[in-house]
């Protein structure tokens, strides 16, 4: 599919790191087990030489169930935490991946921060995975929905916590769920955390004891991003109405990030004064 991609839109960077034809018809084979060695060593060279170039690494959207790329997949972020301590944010099919036996129990480690971004049944699928260990210290929780909640991994959805540990996105989004726009979350939650890597790196690298990053940063980071997509979903719904399509908040993201941080701007302002 590299071709095609490449045709869709003439800023998209597409590296093809595998065919995916050649994996189906592999797997088919039961009895070829040193071709798919090969075939999954492959991807994972042409993967791990491009991920010192990222500050964070998005997994799910398009991936696909293939189980030798989902064995592929695994053995890239065991490089991106173990070797880069490279924060990822993993939706969809990478979601997937954490409920299979050989997965749940052992991939992710505390070596480098973790964002999760399920849906209700995505989430309910993997708090009924036996077995899955999640990062107590470095993985959060995206739960998507009417109202977005960011927490840690270790405390529940269902806690009954008078002060819970987390954040809720109350932004008022559009009227319609598109398919697509949990995509368009994950990459902006994506970029968010790239930011909040990119400033505690140059804050730490820095000897000035002016304002410093805190562990409440990341959390925000996801929460704005949850912000900044729901906006984006309402004045893609107030353009178009029921024909409203992914694309179309794709469109209207730009446009939200300004308008809420002019308004952000505005607030600080006041307050100042």
């Known amino acids: 599919a590299g071709m095609p991609l490449k045709s869709y839109s003439p ?9 995916a034809e050649a994996f189906d018809n592999c797997n088919k084979d039961t009895n070829n087990e040193e071709e798919k060695e090969r075939l999954i060593a492959t991807m994972v060279e042409n ?3 491009m991920l010192e170039k990222l500050h964070v690494l998005i997994l799910g959207p398009g991936l696909g169930r293939c189980p030798l790329v989902l064995e592929a997949t695994a053995r890239i972020i065991r490089h ?3 070797e880069l301590g490279l924060p990822l944010v993993m939706d969809a099919d990478a979601l997937f991946m954490l409920t299979q036996p050989q997965y ?4 992710l480690t505390n070596e480098s921060l973790v964002v999760l971004t399920p849906n209700v049944v995505e989430w309910k699928r993997l708090e009924q995975t036996e077995g899955l260990v999640l990062p107590e210290r470095t993985c959060w929780i995206v739960e998507k929905g009417a109202v977005d909640t960011i927490r840690p991994a270790n405390v529940s959805s269902s806690s009954s916590d008078k002060n819970p540990v987390g954040m809720a996105c109350n932004e008022k989004g559009g009227w319609k769920r598109s398919g697509g726009i949990g995509d368009i979350l994950s990459g902006t939650v994506g970029t968010l955390v790239a930011w909040n890597r990119i400033l505690t790196e140059q804050q730490n690298n820095n000897d000035d004891d002016g304002d410093k990053t805190s562990p409440n940063d990341l959390p925000l980071a996801c929460w704005t991003a949850c912000c900044f997509v729901k906006r984006a979903t309402k004045l893609a719904f107030d353009r178009k109405k029921r ?3 992914a694309p179309n908040v794709l469109e209207d993201l730009g446009p939200a990030i300004e308008e809420m941080t002019k308004e952000m701007m505005d607030t600080c302002q006041t307050n100042e004064d």
């Open 11 to 19: 800023e998209l960077m597409v590296s093809p790191v595998y065919r």
């Open 47 to 49: 993967v791990v030489g």
């Open 80 to 82: 991106a935490q173990h």
């Open 104 to 107: 749940a129990g052992s991939l």
């Open 243 to 245: 024909s409203m399509t």
